[in-house]
């Protein structure tokens, strides 16, 4: 079945380690997404890409990096994980039309403690 | 910029009653316009798109929005709520930058359903 997975769902960590949050989909899709969501408030845009070896910085500044080796998965990676990093993570795709929906993982919810 | 305000950070209905959730854009060019709805600890789901088709535009779950572009807005509507319907819902508009669609989100409206 075509989706889009993250993993993991929830994390706990300890300042200043290294984290790898996870997310593949099935559906072919070209462009991949990362958003940034704080409690009851809006997505933000950190990370996209249009396709394999394309990486693009998003409107909201993000000391987390992203790789798109393969066109199925987008991982997100902070190198030192701060407090003020704790938020949830989304990720989505989209097919290559103009206008495309966007398809969202579950999201991973990161605390770091 | 194009940019999105949903007016109401919560709104609380009765079951069986009208749900109305409101959605202003600012864009300088014919916009794309989107609902998505967010369940507790789930991503985001496409309700309905508008893309400069019809005006009115018909989504799942009974949900429809009307493209106002005299009024720049495109609220989102359900006659008769249901429990289930209890949610985030966020409204976005889209924003084609060098060929990647980016999403422009509101701050979204939280949805109560009372019994």
């Known amino acids: 079945e075509a989706d889009i997975y993250q993993t993991p769902r929830y994390l706990v960590i300890g300042t200043g380690k290294k984290i790898t949050l996870e997310c593949s989909q099935t559906?072919?899709?070209?462009?991949m997404y990362w958003y940034q969501q704080d409690p009851g408030m809006e997505l933000h845009l950190i990370h996209y890409s249009y396709g394999v070896n394309s990486t693009e910085k998003g409107d909201l500044s993000s000391e987390s990096t992203v790789s798109r080796i393969r066109t199925e998965h987008f991982p997100l990676t902070l190198e030192s994980a701060r407090p003020s990093h704790t938020s949830q993570y989304l990720c989505a795709s989209s097919a290559g039309l103009a206008v495309s929906e966007q398809f969202f993982g579950p999201g991973t919810r990161l605390t770091v403690l | 910029a194009q940019s999105v305000t949903q007016l109401g950070s919560h709104v609380s209905v009765s079951e069986g009653a009208l749900v109305l959730l409101r959605c202003n854009y600012s864009?300088?060019?014919?916009?794309?316009l989107f609902w998505y709805v967010q369940y507790p600890n789930q991503g985001l789901q496409l309700l309905l798109k508008y893309t400069s088709a019809a005006t009115l535009v018909k989504g799942i779950n009974g949900f429809e929005a009307e493209f106002k572009k005299s009024e720049t807005s495109f609220h989102l509507t359900k006659p008769s709520a249901h429990m289930s319907d209890a949610a985030e819902y966020f409204c976005a508009v889209s924003d084609n930058i060098q060929g990647a669609q980016k999403l422009v989100f509101g701050q979204g409206t939280r949805l109560t359903i009372n019994p």
């Open positions: 559906m072919g899709h070209d462009k």
């Open positions: 864009s300088s060019v014919p916009p794309y």
